[in-house]
């Protein structure tokens, strides 16, 4: 439940009813991310292909490191829902659960290779603002490409982004994903 009106399942039309079955035969139901947006079918459209591009095609990054990202930046701005669904997601791309669920609850704490922690650190920074050439040749140092910074910072942005929406509009975790979860 959203704290705006969103579309039911038997209310989708067009576009939006297309969505929600992809969603369901793909998962089981329908992401709370998607519901969000099925008052504007065009941004659904957009934000479905963006997600697919910037977490689920094959890039720079693997998806493991789209995943970490994911949950520290998630848990950097406590938001519980993008936490769960991304701690499931990075277990799914093949790192432990004990991990995975070291790197959502307190990153920092987390036993993570200097290069990993390195890209987390960058990921959530609290002050872009002081980021400067010497930053990203620290980064380089540690055998990041500039794609791989320009990805983290996508990749970072992307879930300040999922969490301010998730946050601010009071949406819960999905019950058919616990199941996944």
Known sequence: MTFIRTLGNDEAEGTVAKAFAASIEA???VFETTRLLSIWPELLLAEQRRYNTVMLEET????AEKEMIACAVSAAN???YC???HTAMLIEAGTDAGLANAIADDYPAADLPARQRAMLDFATTDRPDQSNADTIEAMRRLGFDDRQL???VIVAGFFHDYNL???MFGLELEDWAGQRV
């Open 60 to 63: 720079a990054l693997t998806r």
């Open 83 to 85: 936490i769960a669904h």
């Open 150 to 152: 320009l990805e983290i």
């Open 27 to 29: 998962t089981g139901g």
């Open 165 to 167: 929406r998730v946050s």
């Open 78 to 80: 406590r938001c519980r």
